[in-house]
């Protein structure tokens, strides 16, 4: 099967500063990519997406980076909060087929 | 949680004893999901169902059935549990089958449901 992984399990950030999480992902077929945010003891949620015809989208402190060539995928999130620890998890989308990465904790420190 | 709730949120229970996730949306998405979240894996659906009365296997449905008699409700129900089924289990729900589209692939996620096979 596919992969979604991401290249470091745990990441440690100081307030303030920005967060680049990445993930790889195998699938060339895959045309739609998602991060998702889950904080303890919650659901996933939606923070934002973006399509294979993209190379960059950017939301509210945010924003999403797709490699092709490399098949890889970054969120960045800039000035890093207290309230932006997490768990943070690409999706991939592709052949009516979708898989999720295992996820990245993010741990700000203040 | 976007108006969506799941029962019970915490849950023990005995290998071979039948257990029963309700999930609860008052959104009137079409369509529900039901997903599993274990250590070292991704998200992995077991089923999803597309309206009352129709639902469809998932990556990992052995195990599992599910059944939706309303628009709101959502059961999953594990027969027989074991202790391969101790888990975080999430509903989820969309206006669109997620996966099949570019746009509005956005899922709601309910607040999970930590399920425990003894």
């Known amino acids: 099967g596919e992969s979604v992984g991401l290249h470091l399990p745990t990441l440690s950030v100081q307030e303030g500063d920005n967060s680049i999480i990445n993930c790889a992902y195998s699938?060339?077929?895959?045309?739609?990519f998602i991060w998702y945010k889950q904080e303890s003891g919650k659901g996933p949620q939606f923070i934002i997406d973006i399509r294979s015809n993209m190379d960059k989208r950017q939301g509210q402190r945010v924003t999403v980076l797709l490699n092709k060539t490399v098949k890889h995928l970054s969120l960045q999130i800039a000035a890093t909060q207290p309230g932006d620890s997490a768990v943070y998890f690409c999706?991939?989308?592709?052949?009516?087929?979708?898989?999720f990465g295992t996820g990245t904790s993010l741990t700000v420190i203040p | 949680d976007a108006g969506i709730t799941q029962s019970p949120r915490h849950k023990v229970t005995e290998t071979g004893t039948p257990v029963t996730l309700r999930c609860h949306q008052t959104e009137n998405h079409r369509y529900m999901y039901w997903y599993r979240q274990d250590p070292g894996h991704g998200l992995r659906l077991i089923h999803y169902s597309y309206g009352v009365k129709d639902t469809d296997k998932g990556e990992v449905s052995d195990g599992y059935s599910v059944s939706r008699s309303k628009t709101e409700d959502f059961l999953l129900t594990l027969e027989s549990a074991t202790s391969s089924q101790t888990s975080v289990y999430f509903c989820?729900?969309?206006?669109?089958?997620?996966?099949?589209?570019?746009?509005?692939?956005?899922?709601?996620f309910g607040p999970g449901t930590r399920l425990t096979v003894l």
């Open positions: 999706a991939e989308i592709g052949g009516n087929q979708f898989y």
């Open positions: 989820a729900i969309s206006e669109s089958l997620f996966g099949t589209a570019f746009w509005n692939n956005e899922q709601f």
């Open positions: 699938n060339s077929a895959s045309d739609y």
